[in-house]
Nanobody
C-alpha cells in the first residue's frame, strides 16, 4: 500500500513536503514516483526514483524546484516542493512498481500500484 500525505494550501513561493509511506514492498527493489492531476488536465509525471539508480528523474516542469528523496529505514519517499506556483495546484499521487530499475521508465508509464492523492493548493 501507498499513503500520500502532506498536502495543503500555500501562497505563491511557498513550500510543502509530501510524504509517501510504503508498506508491503521490498524497498530494495522498487521504483517510486510522484504524479499529479490538475483540474481539467491529464495526469502528469513529476519525479521518480529507483533504488537501483543514483540519480532521480525530474520532468522539466519541476526540475530545480522539487526534490525527491527516500528514507529506506522508514519506507517513505518524500517530495520537497519549493517556489510553488498557482499552476502547481493539483491532486498529487505517489505510485510504485516492484522490480523496475529505471526511474525514467516509471515516470513514462502507468505504475502498477497507486496511493490515494493529497491536494495541494497554491494561491496567488
Amino acid at each position: 500500500q501507498l499513503q500520500a500525505s502532506g498536502g495543503g494550501s500555500v501562497q505563491t513561493g511557498g513550500s510543502l513536503r509530501l510524504s509517501c509511506a510504503l508498506s508491503g514492498f521490498d524497498f530494495d527493489d522498487l521504483a517510486v514516483g510522484w504524479f499529479r492531476r490538475a483540474p481539467g488536465k491529464e495526469r502528469e509525471p513529476l519525479s521518480c526514483i529507483s533504488t537501483r539508480e543514483t540519480s532521480p528523474y525530474y520532468t522539466d516542469s519541476v526540475k530545480g524546484r522539487f526534490t525527491i528523496t527516500r528514507d529506506a529505514a522508514k519506507n517513505i519517499v518524500y517530495l520537497q516542493m519549493n517556489n510553488l506556483k498557482p499552476e502547481d495546484t493539483a491532486i498529487y499521487y505517489c505510485a510504485a512498481e516492484l522490480g523496475l530499475s529505471s526511474s525514467y521508465a516509471l515516470c513514462h508509464r502507468r505504475p502498477t500500484t497507486w496511493g490515494r492523492g493529497t491536494l495541494v493548493t497554491v494561491s496567488s
